[in-house]
C-alpha cells in the first residue's frame, strides 16, 4: 500500500500536468480570471495533498483543575491518555500545551504564571506517561491573559482554570 503512496505524485507529474498543461483551470466559474489556478499552483496543491505535507490540528481543553492546584484530576489523566493515543496514530506531531488560571489564582511579581506553567508542566508529564516524545512537546504559562470568560462569577472562574492542548499533526 505505500508503494502507491510515493508512485502517486510521479502520476500527477505525468498524467495530470499534460492534461493542464498552457491552460489554466477555473474553479470561480470562469466569473475572474484573476482567480483562476495555474496548472504549476494546481500541480503543487496535489503533491502537497498527496505527499500528506499538510498538517492536521487536534485540540482539547482540559478545565478539571482546582483553585491554586496544579495537580490533575482523574478525569484529566483520562483525556490526556485519549488524546495521546490519538497523536500516536500520526508518523509526526509536535504539540503545545497552554496552562491558564483564573484573576483570583494570578501571582505577582517572580509568581506571576508560576501556578500555569506548573499546570502545562503536569500535563506534559502525563503526555509523556502515556507515550508521547517529551523532546516534540512545548510548555506556555499563559497566565490570565486568555480567559474563556471574563465573568466573576465562580463557574467562569472554573472554565479559566485550564490547560489546552494542541498538536499538529502529519
Known amino acids: ?93 509536535s504539540i503545545i500545551v497552554e496552562g491558564h488560571e483564573d484573576e483570583s489564582e494570578a501571582g505577582s511579581g517572580e509568581n506571576y504564571n508560576k501556578l500555569s506553567t506548573q499546570r502545562a508542566e503536569n500535563v506534559r508529564r502525563a503526555l509523556i506517561r502515556n507515550g508521547i516524545d517529551k523532546d516534540k512537546i512545548e510548555i506556555i504559562g499563559i497566565g490570565i491573559s486568555k480567559p474563556v470568560s471574563k465573568e466573576k462569577n465562580e463557574e467562569s472562574k472554573k472554565q479559566n482554570r485550564r490547560a489546552v492542548i494542541e498538536a499538529e499533526l502529519w
Not at 502517486?8 to 507529474?13: D, E, R, V
Open 1 to 93: 500500500m505505500k508503494k502507491i503512496y510515493k508512485i502517486f505524485p510521479l502520476l500527477l507529474l505525468f498524467v495530470f500536468l499534460p492534461a493542464c498543461y498552457s491552460k489554466h483551470l477555473d474553479y470561480t466559474g470562469g466569473k475572474n480570471n484573476k482567480d483562476m489556478l495555474s496548472s504549476k499552483e494546481i500541480l503543487i496543491t496535489s503533491l502537497f495533498a498527496a505527499t500528506n505535507h499538510i498538517p492536521e490540528e487536534i485540540k482539547t481543553d482540559i478545565e478539571f483543575f482546582e483553585h491554586g492546584k496544579a495537580s490533575l484530576s482523574k478525569e484529566a489523566r483520562n483525556t490526556i491518555a485519549v488524546f495521546a493515543a490519538d497523536v500516536l496514530t500520526y508518523e509526526d506531531y
